[in-house]
């Protein structure tokens, strides 16, 4: 086995924390206002093609661009344009965002209708059109990801429901509310596509989820469920190919490149919806959590509805919120605003109390190794932070920081608390900026 992926099944036993998974998805009221930034995917932002004071329905498109990686962007509300702005993402992009006062009509825009697929090359411009992107995290676009070079070697569809990060559910909610939707999607991808055979990956702390979708495809000869141990970071996607077929995604390469399409369950099952409504991507399934948050729930919420009235749904902060995160603890992006959107790729808002963050002090590292054997990837945490820190480029790339999925498995062990995955983060940046 490659020394690359040595480790790849080993993993940090995080605390779960699933609060919320039992609580079926509500949908919440429309908002007064939605803020939609014109970049919510890998790749070139969009260009608004709405103008102030334009009336907008749900499901108009308000942005796009000619770039190759990229994905439309629809209105997830009707109503008025009031303004078209700077946005600064939490990831540090700088772009536009087209704001709408909502009319709370939700009327739909009249020039929907479900796409006619009839080949690979209508799929892939129907997924195009529907503003689709990985809806797990990445936001990687999906079109994209449908059209490897190199089809003809892709054999395997992967479909992720491992959900592996402390306090998220909507995935094992999506695979228990919308198993129909999952299983039509990997039926029209594996049709397409000209896929042999499919693996739905499952943590075993989702019982429920692995009954529902074992039942599902249990009349599909090619498809199977596995059930994964529930060790942080199974939902990565490297980690997942790995354990789901044996095949190693090598370094600069891509899981097509192992044979393998790899989609998260959210994304498979919106992908279902389109071609069955022609409604594109405007609304989300996310998990609302944390020590500051009244009703911990899961909800359907639209894009652009800002993390202040998702909270407000949930009952509002019990306590004041020492740090708002979106996405999970592990991986996800903190943010100091609760009036920044929920965005096509978010699967979770946690607002974290004074007792969930209780400072740490960070101390020099004691050469105890924990990181070394917590790391996937058997990556250097602990030399890598030294080279950081030496701002040494070419210690950096011999280390191979640029391999870093940032799953802060390594931060999480180390008994130092050294923020060893954000050192990796700002170490690829350095190679970046010395390119
Ligand atoms: S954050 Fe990077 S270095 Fe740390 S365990 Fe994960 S992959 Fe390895
Ligand atoms: S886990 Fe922390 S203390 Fe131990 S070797 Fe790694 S960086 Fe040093």
Avoid: W
């Avoid at 014109?38 to 709405?50: D, K, L, T």
């Avoid at 074992?214 to 009349?219: K, P, R």
């Avoid at 069955?276 to 899961?298: H, I, Y």
Wanted: glycine share 8%; hydrophobic share 40%; with cysteine.
């Amino acid at each position: 086995m490659p020394s690359l992926f040595s480790k790849a099944l080993n993993g940090v036993s995080v605390k779960h924390c699933k609060n919320t998974a039992s609580s079926a998805a509500v949908r919440m009221p429309v908002p007064d206002k939605v803020v939609i930034p014109m970049i919510q995917h890998m790749g070139a932002p969009c260009e608004p093609v709405v103008k102030v004071k334009d009336t907008v329905t749900v499901g108009q498109l308000l942005g796009d661009t000619d770039a190759f990686l990229s994905a439309p962007i629809h209105s997830s509300v009707s109503g008025t344009v009031t303004a078209i702005e700077d946005f600064i993402t939490p990831g540090g992009d700088k772009c536009k965002s087209v704001v709408i006062t909502t009319d709370k009509l939700q009327t739909p825009c009249p020039d929907l209708a479900p796409p006619v697929v009839n080949s690979r090359e209508d799929l892939i411009k129907a997924v195009r059109a529907c503003g689709l992107v990985g809806l797990g995290g990445a936001g990687f676009p999906t079109h994209i990801k449908l059209s490897p070079k190199n089809l003809d070697q892709v054999d395997t569809l992967v479909i992720n429901g491992a959900e592996c990060e402390p306090y998220i559910t909507c995935d094992m909610r999506l695979m228990l509310e919308r198993t129909a939707s999952i299983v039509e999607g990997i039926k029209v991808v594996m049709k397409y596509l000209e896929l042999g055979s499919c693996v739905i990956g499952i943590e075993s702390n989702k019982p429920e989820a692995i009954a529902a979708m074992t039942e599902a495809v249990s009349g599909m000869e090619n498809v199977r469920v596995l059930t994964m141990k529930a060790l942080y970071p199974r939902g990565a996607e490297k980690v997942i190919i790995y354990e789901a077929t044996g095949r190693v995604v090598e370094e600069g390469k891509l899981p097509a490149d192992a044979g393998v399409i790899a989609m998260n369950v959210a994304t498979i099952s919106k992908l279902a919806d389109y071609l069955q409504t022609g409604m594109p991507l405007v609304e989300k399934m996310l998990t609302v959590d944390g020590g500051s948050v009244a009703e911990p729930k899961n909800i359907i919420a639209p894009i652009g509805t800002s993390i202040r009235d998702m909270i407000e749904f949930c009952g509002g902060y019990k306590s004041e919120p020492k740090k708002l995160l979106m996405g999970g603890p592990m991986m996800g992006i903190s943010v100091y605003s609760d009036d920044f959107p929920l965005l096509k790729n978010n699967n979770a808002i946690l607002a974290f109390d004074e007792e969930q963050c209780r400072p740490v002090k960070e101390t020099a590292c004691i050469r105890c190794g924990r990181c070394l054997r917590a790391c996937p990837f058997d990556l250097a945490p602990a030399a890598m932070d030294k080279a950081y820190h030496m701002g040494n480029v070419d210690k950096l790339r011999e280390l191979k920081v640029n391999l870093c999925m940032e799953c802060g498995c390594c931060s999480y062990v180390c008994p130092a608390h050294r923020e060893l995955a954000m050192y990796n983060k700002l170490g690829k940046r350095l190679l970046r900026e010395a390119k």
